[in-house]
């Protein structure tokens, strides 16, 4: 199984930048989609951004024009750039690797075990 290692969450002021990572443990050289979701208390786990191996990102509409993801094929590694952060944007942050090989496993998920962001106001 593919493990997902995440970093680069902590605490900041609103306005301000953090950039997460998450690395797989394991070559990813198949069809697959990266990305985040995050989960606030009360609150449903909800999509932050993904992005193909292709780079094309998609992301939520709370976070257009603040976040940027990207990804690094060879490091099989995808990145999250928050800036302008808000204090709505706390929560546990959850790299996701979704498979898009057809057949039985086609959108089969892998999760990291979260990263906290607190944005304090």
């Known amino acids: 199984q593919v493990q997902l290692v995440e970093s680069g969450g902590g605490l900041v002021q609103a306005g301000g930048s953090l950039r997460l990572s998450c690395a797989a443990s394991?070559?990813?050289?198949?069809?697959?989609?990266m990305g985040w979701y995050r989960q606030a208390p009360g609150k449903q786990r909800e999509l932050v951004a993904t992005i193909t191996r292709g780079n094309s990102p998609d992301y939520a509409d709370s976070v257009k024009g603040r976040f940027t993801i990207s990804r690094d094929n060879a490091k099989d590694t995808v990145y999250l750039e928050m800036n302008s952060l808000k204090p709505e944007d706390t929560a546990v942050y959850y790299c996701n690797l979704r498979s898009l090989i057809p057949g039985p496993q086609y959108g089969a998920d892998y999760w990291g075990q979260g990263t906290q962001v607190t944005v304090s106001s």
């Open positions: 394991r070559n990813i050289f198949w069809i697959n989609a």
